[in-house]
């Protein structure tokens, strides 16, 4: 192996300013030089600034000896490299070099969107793939003090989702309103703001419609307009984001394959690949 230089000219000037001498014979910037590879001045004056004299001479010490010895070790460690290395590490690179563009043809060139009649099919052959693994809602939650009043009505307008009173109401007694009358919710999302464990939710799910919990100082009212219970079929607009999940999977294996067709036979048609008998 070739032998190690390592040229370090006067570190403690170096970190002062105005050392005409150590500059001229450093006219490139660099500041410290191991087997051919340079650690500049200036990556040295970043790391020091603001430092005192004597805290810059550590910082500067300790940042040049570990460079130093990780270009050493690396050095070594290719001096004995075995050609088995070499070869991993140069299919790992053309590895890289083909993701990336995988990816940019897919960015670019596949098509995304997914016709319903496409998840429609999908939904309809795949039925066991599409079980609920939890309860999903769509309702109305309301949190109030344990002692607000006119409470009864409130139980009222969540029924017969008379939203106007409902809002009107829970701006002025409640400690929380949320209406999700167009999205679903898990019950995981639902626990996280009531105080019940899963079971007691999931179990009062299954019985009614309008449930409610309560703690020493607060009323959980729960108003169901529409569900689906743990072990049911989803909804297809449930499953939609799946069901498009598996599609464009499908369609990426495809399109690549396809792809790398295309450049094999634009290869063999502009003579860049030749068989030799």
């Known amino acids: 192996m070739k032998k190690t230089r390592i040229v370090i000219a006067l570190l403690a000037s170096f970190l002062l300013v105005g050392c005409a001498a150590y500059e001229k014979k450093n006219q490139s910037g660099a ?69 990336a563009y995988e990816e940019y043809l897919i960015e670019r060139r596949m098509p995304k969107d997914v016709a319903d009649s496409t998840v429609a ?44 009173k409902l809002e009107k109401y829970a701006y002025q007694n409640a400690s929380g309103y949320e209406l999700f009358l167009d999205k679903w919710m898990t019950t995981t999302e639902l626990l996280a703001q009531l105080p019940v464990e899963r079971a007691e939710l999931e179990n009062a799910l299954k019985n009614k419609n309008q449930i409610e919990f309560a703690d020493t100082v607060k009323t959980y009212l729960l108003q169901v307009t529409d569900k689906h219970l743990r072990g049911e079929q989803m909804p297809l607009e449930y499953a939609r984001p799946q069901i498009e999940k598996i599609v464009l999977a499908t369609r990426q294996v495809e399109f690549l394959q396809k792809e790398r067709e295309r450049i094999y036979n634009e290869a063999i048609q502009d003579q860049k690949i030749k068989f030799y008998e």
């Open 31 to 99: 500041a410290v030089e191991v087997n051919g590879q340079y650690l500049y001045r200036s990556t040295l004056d970043s790391l020091t600034l603001g430092l005192n004299s004597e805290d810059s001479m550590r910082v500067a010490q300790q940042y040049i000896s570990q460079w130093a010895k990780d270009v050493l070790i690396y050095d070594n460690a290719k001096s004995r490299t075995s050609s088995e290395i070499e070869r991993q590490v140069e299919e790992y690179r053309r590895a890289l070099y083909v993701h």
């Open 121 to 164: 099919q999908l939904y309809g052959q795949m039925p066991e793939r599409f079980k609920l693994d939890e309860s999903i809602v769509k309702g109305i939650l309301v949190v109030i003090p344990t002692d607000a009043p006119k409470s009864d009505k409130l139980r009222g307008y969540m029924a017969k989702q008379e939203l106007d």
